[in-house]
């Protein structure tokens, strides 16, 4: 009898410690430097989101978040990496759209988007935006499908790797128009961006976000925006819909993500600080200069956004028959 109210009595303590404990970890979080994953080579669209990001998040929490870049595989690489890290809230991932998309383009993937990592909140979302540069003679998407169906497979369009949402947008391309456009993968947008300049490969697909400077200065020229609106900073620049290619819209996505299993309290103090980062002006006005929408939503906004995600390129893969292995 004295042993079963002893269990009891530890069974109620630690009922009533574990909040506790919890919500000590919460206060007391950050102890440490925290690393913010990128999937991307240095320079590129989500490298620079995550830089803005991670000054930003670095003042309000008192402690160095340091950006660190793992490249490889188009992502898996990185997002693997942080799938498999202690959920301790000292390793974060900018989830990308891209990470749900070789879900299904790989059949012996590691990690899966909504099993293994808990939503923090949706930082950006940015056009994709097809390039030429001075040496192609397609200006309008229409006479890049023209050239296409007269040199099927001749066409080259550079993209930040396999496996990303501007790989699938070539594809989504292709088979809307009828048309052979050969994808190449680098790693990276920026790697894409030299061999594109050097007029090694004649177009590019990249996030607004990361090519905007160019464009401005008019080295390289904005063929068509892969959505179902133009952007603001390019009014003149008309969508697919537009230039007669009906298709699914697609963008890239980026949003902040743990390893599942961290603690709910620093799961609620993440999403606090990145949505009062997201919700500052100069960090708005940074990040829209750039080319992006910003997001600042709280963790369910986003976990909708990725099962929404999960959802359409779900269907649109299999359905394109696109398989990396």
Known sequence: MRARRWVGLVLTLAAFCWPLQVFAEGQDYPTRPITLVVSQAAGGGNDLVARILADRLSQ????????ENRVGAGGVVAVTSVAHAAPDGYTLLLLGNSDVVNQYLHSNIQYNVQRDFAPISLITTSPLVLMRNSAFKGTTLPEVVALAKASPGKIAVGNPGVGTVHHISVEMLNHAAGIELVHVPYQGTMPSMNDFLANQIPMIIANLIAVLPMMQSGSIHPVAVAGKVRSPLLPDVPTYGESDVTMNDIVSRSGVAVPKGTPPAIIDKLSTEIRAVAADPAFRKKIVELGSIVGGGSTQDYARQIEEDVRD?????????????
Do not use: E, S, Y
Request: charged residues 20%; positive net charge; glycine residues 10%.
């Open 313 to 325: 390129f779900g269907t649109l893969i299999p359905a394109m028959n696109i398989k990396i292995d």
């Open 60 to 67: 309000r929490l008192g402690k160095t978040v340091l950006v």
